[in-house]
């Protein structure tokens, strides 16, 4: 095959003769994924395992027998003409005839995509992922190198009704790339079949490759888990990692407000709130101060309420006796509310936080400093630990930190902030000094404030 200006674009490949040994033994690993019947399928495999000449040659056999175009996209056009190679090769073993092109994927695109044409009509088609070329094409697909590709939530939204026609065939394959991609989220999709092939088991199944040579090559301890053991790691951006957040976990900690401990005489208890209303939570995380450990002794969540409802839940925890004080987001829509706390329960009691980068990094800090001390306690929660995982610091182009957080679901990253208001409530608040007395409703038991 050559391009337009002549250049050769795959290599002479000498096709097999009848007196040829076999052109290669596929591994058991490799010939389970290709005599799948599974409709659409997951595969999480090492470097150097063979995920794009065994899923190329599955497509291939697959497209013949179902007599389906297939379609492939691969993270760039490099890697698709890397894939491509590999169909032509395995037609040429199994001495299919095919002929092939290479076009522009629209009028006056730059990008290139490379189309054979097999027995019957069938296409395959090898495109470089982006939203716009995954439109406009029905077939059965193969995702190459998934975690990869740029936009992958976008590309999935304008791929998936190529597969609704004719039961469309779906193929991922991928090495990871950390938690922050499509890739990882859809392996507990429970319409996919699910393959794990790490080296390791590569090598028991028949692989030629020295484990001992490529780690010690690799000398990254994260790349070497990643890469070749199949662990999906995201400990280099994420701002607390996995292991720093499991050891915060405690049984004494709770989602459920404890609102007899609120109601306590003598006890600490600081809230932290960060305001949502349609796109975003809001959260009210309440820490129980104990010496110099914070318990966790409720969260709760509000989504899509009302400014005055919300208004209405944060009062009746405001109220309570054991509230010495609260930080509440005060950027943008929560504006209005914060100043309305304020008025109500004074500015010794309520501090609005208008979140920017400086107060951002000051009160994330914060938290971060406490987990570190081993004094936080927080539910076994799993929304409560993806939340706080999600969060990313990275640097600005003028070098300052920039804290971003991946959206999960509702939420982003609110539990996290909103436990981080509720430490800074607490800083520079020492002990209550003094008893109080009372025969009437406590808006905060702090020392001094009625």
């Known amino acids: 095959m ?14 097999a003769t009848p007196q040829s040994e076999p052109w290669i033994t596929l591994l058991p690993y490799q010939r389970s994924a290709i005599e799948s019947r599974s409709r659409f399928t997951w595969n999480c495999w090492s470097r150097q395992t063979g995920k794009s000449f065994t899923f190329s040659l599955r497509r291939l056999i697959r497209g013949l027998a179902r007599r389906r175009h297939q379609i492939i996209l691969s993270a760039g056009e490099r890697q698709s003409r890397e894939v491509m190679r590999k169909v032509r090769m395995h037609c ?6 095919s002929t092939w092109s290479d076009r522009p994927v629209m009028e006056g695109a730059a990008l290139q995509s490379l189309e054979a044409t097999l027995p019957g009509g069938v296409r395959i088609l090898a495109l470089p992922a982006n939203p716009m070329t995954a439109r406009g094409f029905t077939g059965d697909v193969f995702l190459d190198e998934f975690a990869m590709h740029r936009d992958d939530a976008e590309i999935w939204a304008a791929l998936f009704p190529t597969l609704l026609r004719g039961e469309g065939e779906l193929d991922i394959a991928s090495t990871p790339r950390g938690r922050r991609n499509l890739f990882y989220r859809m392996r507990d999709n429970p319409q996919f079949a699910v393959s794990v092939v790490t080296l390791r088991d590569a090598i028991e199944q028949g692989l030629e490759a020295n484990e001992r040579e490529l780690r010690e090559g690799i000398d990254d301890e994260f790349a070497w888990r990643q890469e070749f053991c199949c662990e999906f790691l995201d400990e280099a951006c994420a701002f607390l990692s996995l292991d720093m957040i499991h050891r915060c976990e405690s049984d004494a900690a709770t989602t459920s407000i404890d609102w007899t401990l609120l109601r306590l005489h003598g006890a600490e208890v600081f809230v932290g709130i960060d305001i949502g209303r349609f796109r975003d939570l809001t959260a009210i995380w309440l820490w129980r101060r104990d010496d110099d450990a914070y318990t966790t002794i409720g969260v709760m969540t509000l989504e899509n309420t009302s400014f005055d409802d919300q208004e209405r839940a944060i009062v009746e925890i405001l109220s309570q006796r054991a509230v010495r004080r609260c930080c509440i987001d005060a950027t943008g829509v929560s504006l ?21 980068s400086a107060t951002k990094s000051r009160i994330a800090s914060t938290l971060r400093i406490h987990a570190e001390r081993g004094v936080l306690r927080i539910p076994r929660d799993r929304q409560i630990v993806e939340d706080w995982h999600s969060v990313t610091r990275t640097a600005s182009v003028t070098g300052h930190p920039r804290f971003e957080a991946d959206r999960q679901g509702n939420s982003h990253a609110d539990r996290f902030w909103a436990a981080a208001l509720g430490l ?3 800083e520079g608040c020492g002990p209550v000094g003094a008893d109080f007395l009372t025969d009437g409703q406590l808006r905060f038991g702090g020392a001094g404030i009625w």
């Open 336 to 356: 209005h509310l914060s100043e309305r706390l304020v008025e109500r329960f004074g500015e010794h009691s309520v501090t609005p936080i208008v979140f920017t």
């Open 2 to 15: 050559t391009t337009r200006d002549g250049a050769d674009i795959y290599p002479d490949i000498a096709p």
């Open 92 to 97: 040429q073993a199994m001495r299919i005839h």
């Open 424 to 426: 800074t409530a607490a």
